[in-house]
């Protein structure tokens, strides 16, 4: 490897939020390519499923993809707006809440959806089949001082 090869990535990795923005974006890429053949399971939760989520950007305008775990309640998607317990909710929820039109593209479809937060009801009906899927969101929620949002997505 180059020095400056070896200077990029050395680079890159002592950015962890770079790098995992990175890595979700190449997902949702892959996720696309294969109609959800390849990545559509988490690989450190299993029981977690994982869709493509398009949002725009709320300052750039721009389409942001990520990859992200969902559950299925009906008809509609919850996502929950973890951010791996960061005091500060991730971009896609923050695209979201500017822009609540997104796309998703769930085992080979793609679908317009529209986002809100779930009501305190749906949130409390929800959390317990979350963390069921991915104990993980009950230690994110000990993290952080904010409430972790569940986020409806329902079809346009």
């Known amino acids: 490897m180059s020095g400056r090869a ?19 974006r190449l997902h949702a890429r892959v ?13 450190i939760a299993p029981r977690q499923r994982v869709l493509a989520l398009t949002t725009r950007g709320r300052r750039s305008g721009e389409a942001r993809a990520t990859a992200i ?4 309640d009906g008809d509609r998607i919850v996502l929950v707006a973890s951010n791996a317990g960061l005091d ?11 822009h609540p039109e ?4 769930l085992r080979g479809e ?3 959806v529209r986002a809100r937060a779930a009501s305190d009801d749906e949130r409390e009906r929800l959390w317990p089949r979350v963390v069921e899927q991915f104990e993980g969101f009950d230690r ?4 952080t001082r904010r ?7 329902e079809r346009r």
Do not use: C, F, K
Not at 31 to 43: D, E, I, M, Q, S
Not at 140 to 143: L, P
């Open 6 to 24: 070896a200077a990029r990535l050395t680079n890159l990795l002592s950015r962890p939020r770079a790098l995992a923005t990175r890595a979700t």
């Open 31 to 43: 996720l696309r390519a294969t109609r959800g053949r390849v990545g559509a399971r988490n690989p």
């Open 69 to 72: 775990g969902y559950l299925e």
């Open 88 to 98: 500060r909710p991730p971009a896609w929820w923050l695209n979201l809440r500017e």
């Open 102 to 105: 997104a796309e998703i593209d």
């Open 110 to 112: 793609r679908r317009a």
């Open 140 to 143: 994110y929620a000990g993290y």
């Open 147 to 153: 409430e972790i949002p569940l986020v409806m997505l």
